[in-house]
């Protein structure tokens, strides 16, 4: 079993959406435990761009706020990312995680949006 599996990314143009999953193992899901999406570009570090908490308050970075909204079910131990009116510089991997991030990490999903 892999920690996290992540699925939904693809090629788009800008202006369009996109919907991600996450599908979290128990041991790396849990109601406690705040998760998050992180994205890594081309020659870029990993970074936090959205996260909700364990009382469904979602933050999110300022590159993304007002386009993507995240949301989870502790029940199923799935995370998602609504990602609307996607641009260039979203391109990216994407990675499911918890907040602070484990040293386990998925394969991602990678999204491109090019014209």
């Known amino acids: 079993q892999v920690p996290f599996v992540e699925s939904g990314g693809g090629l788009v143009q800008p202006g369009e959406s996109l919907r991600l999953s996450c599908a979290a193992s128990g041991t790396f899901f849990s109601t406690f435990y705040m998760v998050g999406w992180y994205r890594q570009a081309a020659g870029k570090g990993r970074e936090l761009i959205a996260r909700?908490?364990?009382?469904?308050?979602?933050n999110y970075d300022d590159s993304v706020k007002g386009r993507f909204t995240i949301s989870k079910d502790d029940a199923k131990k799935m995370l998602y990312l609504e990602m609307n009116n996607l641009q260039p510089e979203d391109t990216a991997i994407y990675y499911c995680n918890l907040v602070p991030s484990t040293s386990s990490w998925g394969q991602g999903t990678q999204v491109t949006v090019s014209t």
């Open positions: 909700v908490s364990t009382g469904g308050i979602a």
